[in-house]
């Protein structure tokens, strides 16, 4: 049974830290891209960042980039992200999402839509306030 269940969220003020967790399982977590979707109360679908397979790739949304970092550990079959100078605008639900890439070590996948995603988690909510 395919599993993805993310952890770490919490309420944190402006300026914050947190650290999320995707811990994976029922499938081989090394062969496949990491994403990190999230979605605010009352909007859409956000994709936040991706990681190839092997970790050594990674890319961000304009709005985290240099506050937020993809990582994942193969040995641990978990995917993380850690998240600073937290705003309010963070708040959200955040998924964790993993796409298939075939026989390629390079890929990653940046979009929003589930569909597209081979396997989703259920959720770990972010609060920013004060």
């Known amino acids: 049974q395919v599993q993805l269940v993310e952890s770490g969220g919490a309420l944190v003020q402006p300026g914050g830290s947190l650290r999320l967790s995707c811990a994976a399982s029922?499938?081989?977590?090394?062969?496949?891209?990491m994403s990190w979707v999230r979605q605010a109360p009352g909007k859409g679908l956000e994709w936040v960042s991706a990681?190839?397979?092997?970790?050594?790739?990674?890319d961000y949304a304009e709005s985290v980039k240099g506050r937020f970092t993809i990582s994942k550990d193969n040995a641990k079959n978990t995917l993380y992200l850690q998240m600073a100078s937290l705003k309010p605008e963070d708040t959200a639900l955040y998924y964790c999402?993993?796409?298939?890439?075939?026989?390629?070590?390079?890929?990653?996948?940046?979009?929003?839509?589930?569909?597209?995603?081979?396997?989703w988690g259920q959720g770990t909510q972010v609060t920013v306030s004060s």
């Open positions: 999402a993993a796409k298939s890439t075939g026989s390629s070590n390079n890929y990653y996948y940046t979009g929003n839509s589930k569909g597209r995603y081979d396997y």
């Open positions: 029922g499938f081989t977590f090394g062969n496949y891209a």
């Open positions: 990681i190839n397979r092997g970790g050594t790739l990674t």
